[in-house]
């Protein structure tokens, strides 16, 4: 099917299912050491990020996956061990690996626990999260429950009133049902801007805003390298996002037995890009509570807030990509083409 002329494929880009680019990110990530369901599980996490437009945890992640995985900093074979702890608690070791497979594995219980107890916790710890965290929260709404995550990563953020980094990007995702309409799902970085962004400014060569970040000096800096070059990243809202940014590194680290953004040293394995931290899941049944509908009550506040003018919902975009992808393919450029084919063994 040809694009519309509004977004028509560049001549260098092709376009590719959303099955295919599963199918080959899976041999991307089991030519280089994963376990067959870590490899199913990430590579479905990542093309999804891909097909919403989520380009700085799409593909572009996917060298630096590889190259943790070759520096023997994660284990991708590792088997996620599920523990029942408690009536609304559950808890997994990891195993120094992923967090999205120590999810996946201990998610039939954690929904069984929410829907008879109204609310159940997940702490996954010893894990590595390198991806979007909407994917993780997004499916519990569509199964009509409430979810909300955090996660820390590896430090660089300075907290407001410091002057030298502590907490990683550490953002919160939340996601609710809808009555007849997608989920209303949000997914923020508590920096000023994500890590992720700054390194595809950097490639690009592109200048970010004011207050994104600062420079080796701690001067406030526009130049994404000097951020990356010893510098950076700065808390969004100041001293709102630092205090935030420090409760997930409680909730997401102290509470689930993690490491701290500040606590692991991947020095001596070059090449490992993944933070190796912790991450804390909520789930809530909403039908146990009174009144009407949840579902029906989200669906009532978007119509108020687009009565008041807000003309765009967080995850709208996401979602028109989402679609425009489903019907005309996710585009790629030749040569990220080529080099996930090369990864792959193609």
């Not at 109204?118 to 965290?133: D, K, M, P, Y």
Request: one cysteine or more; proline letters at 6%; glycine letters at 10%.
């Amino acid at each position: 099917m040809s694009a519309p002329n509004d977004c028509a494929i560049p001549a260098a880009a092709s376009s590719i299912t959303l099955e295919a680019l599963t199918r080959l990110l899976e041999s991307v990530f089991l030519r280089n050491g994963t376990s067959a369901e870590v490899a199913r599980v990430l590579a479905a996490n990542c093309a999804n990020a891909e097909r919403d437009g989520a380009h700085s945890h799409g593909v572009f992640r996917i060298p630096g996956y590889v190259s943790t995985l070759n520096s023997g900093w994660v284990n991708g074979q590792a088997v996620p061990q599920v523990e029942d702890v408690a009536s609304g608690f559950v808890r997994v070791d990891a195993g120094n690996g992923f967090a999205q497979p120590a999810l996946a594995a201990a998610r039939a219980l954690l929904v069984e626990k929410a829907r008879h107890a109204g609310i159940a916790v997940l702490a996954i710890r010893n894990s590595h999260h390198f991806a979007a965290l909407w994917p993780d929260v997004e499916p519990f709404a569509e199964e009509a429950l409430v979810a909300l995550s955090v996660v820390n990563s590896m430090t660089c953020v300075v907290p407001h009133g410091a002057d030298r980094p502590l907490f990683g990007t550490n953002p919160i995702a939340f996601a609710a049902p809808r009555a007849g309409a997608a989920p209303i799902v949000f997914d923020l970085a508590t920096s000023a801007i994500a890590h992720g962004d700054v390194q595809i400014a950097a490639r690009k060569g592109e200048k970010l805003p004011p207050g994104m970040g600062v420079d080796s000096l701690g001067q406030p800096t526009q130049d994404p390298k000097a951020i990356l070059e010893g510098g950076a990243l700065l808390p969004f809202g100041g001293h709102k996002g630092s205090a935030l940014s420090m409760m997930v590194e409680l909730l997401a680290a102290a509470l689930t037995g993690g490491n701290f953004s500040f606590e692991f040293d991947w020095s001596n394995h070059p090449g490992a890009k993944t933070p190796w931290t912790g991450q804390l899941l909520i789930v809530i049944d909403p039908s146990k509570a009174a009144g009407q509908s949840f579902a029906e009550r989200s669906e009532e506040l978007v119509r108020q807030m687009h009565g008041a003018g807000l003309k765009r919902l967080p995850g709208d975009r996401r979602h028109l990509q989402r679609a425009r992808s489903m019907a005309q393919g996710i585009v790629l450029d030749e040569a990220t083409l080529l080099q996930l084919r090369t990864l792959a063994g193609y």
